[in-house]
Each structure stands twice: as structure tokens, then as C-alpha cells.
């Protein structure tokens, strides 16, 4: 009887120690044995010290403040060219309908120069039904407030936004662009006559073609240009 009690008691310590040498292994701290100490096992403490970056790593590259558009010298000289425009439009209509009388317009057939022979031409007439002054006061019409600085800082109303009328600034000068290069081709190669002020109204678009497209490739259509683009 006695020999089973001290079996049981023996077995009950076995257990015992078994537990606690598991317990001891699940929270004991990693160890490694060193290069220098085969066989023994040290514990190590590592202490991380954080090293501060370098200025030049740390510091970003600061970005370039880019206008949300043409300054105002740029909008205002648009304005003004697309005025230029529309009053030589308005009086090239006139004289359309007026005896095709311009001022400082000379009606030899031998001068350089001569107004009459151009806005008289087939050429001056699309389809034989809209005179080609017709369509450039049209055009200038609709370039004014498209080239005023409030139609550069259009910034959106109802379903109209700002890249759309960059885009129609865009598509209109381009084909008034065009038709400036169909009446010089009429003019030189056809009529072989030069009209003064049909030659100023092209010299107006030409700038005006050269500041929307220097406009679109700097600042964008119709938003803030990436700096770092």
C-alpha cells in the first residue's frame, strides 16, 4: 500500500516538472549560440539606435508654383488683338454691303494693293451666298469673350466647363487658322491681288493661333499645369 502511494507521489512530481519545463521553454528568450563558444548559449540584448537621414535625403524637392493660367499681360493682349479683329470684320462687312468702298484702298488694277479687286472676287463669296467678311465678323464675335481674360479664368457654370472652352478656343483657332491660309492662297494665287485689311485680319489671327497654342502646351486646357511635367 505504502509502495503505490509513493509510486503515485513519484509519478504526480514527474508531471510537475514536466510542466514546468514546458512553461520555462515558451517564455524563455531566444538564444544564439556565438562563433567563439561552441556548446554555450548566451542571451544577447540588441539595442537599435536610429540614425537621422541626411538633409539631402530627407528633404523633398520643393515644387514650382505654376499660375492656373496666362498672366494677365498674356489675357489682356489676346483681348485686345481679337478687338483689332472684330473692328476690321465690322468694317469690311460694311463696305460689303456699301459700295465696296475702303478707306486707303486703292482701285488701280496695277497698284500692288487693291481692296476693290479682292472683296469683289468670286473668292469673297462662299457658295456665292455668304461673304467671306460675314464669316470673319462671326468668327471675331465669338473670339472676344473666348480670348477676354474672363473667358481665360472660365471656371466652370452648369454643364460648361473650363476644358471645354479651352477646347473650343482651341478648335476655333485652329480653323480660323485654316481659312487664313485658303484667302492668302486666293489672294496670291488667284485674285493676284492684296487686300490691306484682309491682310491685318490675317496677321491677328496668325498671333492669336501662336498664343492659344503656346497657352495649351504651357498651361494645359483647362487645368493646372503639372510642375513636374
Same mark, same amino acid.
Not at 465690322?90 to 468702298?101: Q, R, S
Given at each position: 500500500?505504502?509502495?503505490?502511494?509513493?509510486?503515485?507521489?513519484?509519478?504526480?512530481q514527474?508531471?510537475?516538472? !514536466?510542466?514546468? %519545463?514546458? #512553461? +520555462?521553454?515558451?517564455?524563455? @528568450? &531566444?538564444?544564439? =549560440? /556565438? *562563433?567563439n563558444? $561552441?556548446?554555450?548559449?548566451?542571451?544577447?540584448?540588441?539595442?537599435?539606435? !536610429?540614425?537621422? %537621414?541626411? #538633409? +539631402?535625403?530627407?528633404?523633398? @524637392? &520643393?515644387?514650382? =508654383? /505654376? *499660375?492656373?493660367? $496666362?498672366?494677365?499681360?498674356f489675357?489682356?493682349?489676346?483681348?485686345?488683338? !481679337?478687338?483689332?479683329?472684330?473692328?476690321?470684320?465690322?468694317?469690311?462687312?460694311?463696305?460689303?454691303?456699301?459700295?465696296?468702298?475702303?478707306?486707303?484702298?486703292?482701285?488701280?488694277t496695277?497698284?500692288?494693293?487693291d481692296?476693290?479687286?479682292?472683296?469683289?472676287?468670286?473668292?469673297?463669296?462662299?457658295?456665292?451666298?455668304?461673304?467671306?467678311?460675314?464669316?470673319?465678323?462671326?468668327?471675331?464675335?465669338?473670339?472676344?469673350?473666348?480670348?477676354?481674360?474672363?473667358?481665360?479664368?472660365?471656371?466652370?457654370?452648369?454643364?460648361?466647363?473650363?476644358?471645354?472652352?479651352s477646347?473650343?478656343?482651341?478648335?476655333?483657332?485652329?480653323?480660323?487658322?485654316?481659312?487664313?491660309m485658303?484667302?492668302?492662297?486666293?489672294?496670291?494665287?488667284?485674285?493676284?491681288?492684296?487686300?490691306?485689311?484682309?491682310?491685318?485680319?490675317?496677321?491677328?489671327?496668325?498671333?492669336?493661333?501662336?498664343?492659344?497654342?503656346?497657352?495649351?502646351?504651357?498651361?494645359?486646357?483647362?487645368?493646372?499645369?503639372?510642375?513636374?511635367?
Open positions: 500500500m505504502a509502495n503505490s502511494k509513493s509510486k503515485a507521489r513519484a509519478q504526480a514527474q508531471r510537475a516538472r !514536466a510542466q514546468a %519545463k514546458k #512553461a +520555462a521553454v515558451r517564455t524563455a @528568450p &531566444a538564444v544564439r =549560440a /556565438t *562563433p563558444s $561552441p556548446g554555450r548559449s548566451v542571451t544577447r540584448q540588441v539595442t537599435v539606435t !536610429a540614425t537621422a %537621414k541626411p #538633409a +539631402a535625403e530627407v528633404a523633398e @524637392p &520643393a515644387e514650382v =508654383a /505654376t *499660375p492656373d493660367g $496666362p498672366p494677365a499681360w489675357q489682356w493682349t489676346t483681348l485686345v488683338l !481679337a478687338l483689332i479683329g472684330l473692328g476690321i470684320s465690322i468694317y469690311e462687312t460694311w463696305a460689303h454691303y456699301n459700295g465696296n468702298k475702303l478707306l486707303g484702298c486703292s482701285s488701280n496695277h497698284a500692288a494693293f481692296c476693290g479687286a479682292v472683296i469683289t472676287s468670286a473668292q469673297s463669296m462662299v457658295f456665292n451666298v455668304l461673304p467671306v467678311a460675314v464669316l470673319g465678323l462671326a468668327f471675331y464675335i465669338v473670339a472676344v469673350p473666348l480670348f477676354s481674360p474672363w473667358g481665360w479664368r472660365f471656371t466652370g457654370r452648369g454643364r460648361i466647363t473650363q476644358r471645354e472652352v477646347w473650343l478656343r482651341l478648335a476655333s483657332i485652329i480653323v480660323g487658322m485654316g481659312f487664313v485658303y484667302l492668302i492662297y486666293a489672294e496670291v494665287a488667284q485674285i493676284k491681288e492684296v487686300c490691306e485689311y484682309c491682310t491685318g485680319v490675317h496677321i491677328v489671327t496668325f498671333l492669336l493661333f501662336c498664343m492659344t497654342v503656346v497657352a495649351a502646351a504651357w498651361w494645359g486646357l483647362g487645368g493646372k499645369r503639372d510642375a513636374t511635367s
